[in-house]
Nanobody, 117 residues
Framework: QVQPVESGGGLVQAGGSLRLSCKRSRLITSVFNSKIMAWYRQAPGKQRELVATVTRLGSTNYADSVKGRFTISRDNARKAIYLQMNSLLPEDTAVYYC????????WGPGTQVTVSS
């Protein structure tokens, strides 16, 4: 499978915002639309964890640690998902990845998010 293109990470101060993008342009559209898409993150020394999910019709779920601060969305026509991250905390520092909820698609290199205190 072709890897996704993840972007939008960077260095930001606590309280700041970032918007992450993940594009899977080479994925078959029907496959993309059949998936509950998700953002994951992995901090140094920790396991990869699920951050948020979004269905084809836009229903969302969030990890408790990001509820009220992060917003996941998707554009089915562009085969892309997004993560708007507000009120960032140092503990949000991690590499962020996109995949489907079942982790069946290929992983990309991720995008680094670093939040300074």
């Amino acid at each position: 499978q072709v890897q996704p293109v993840e972007s939008g990470g960077g260095l930001v101060q606590a309280g700041g915002s970032l918007r992450l993008s993940c594009k899977r342009s080479r994925l078959i559209t029907s496959v993309f639309n059949s998936k509950i898409m998700a953002w994951y993150r992995q901090a140094p020394g920790k396991q990869r964890e699920l951050v948020a999910t979004v269905t084809r019709l836009g229903s969302t779920n969030y990890a408790d640690s990001v509820k009220g601060r992060f917003t996941i969305s998707r554009d089915n026509a562009r085969k892309a998902i997004y993560l708007q991250m507000n009120s960032l905390l140092p503990e949000d520092t991690a590499v962020y990845y996109c995949n489907d909820e079942a982790r069946e698609l290929s992983w990309g290199p991720g995008t680094q998010v670093t939040v300074s205190s």
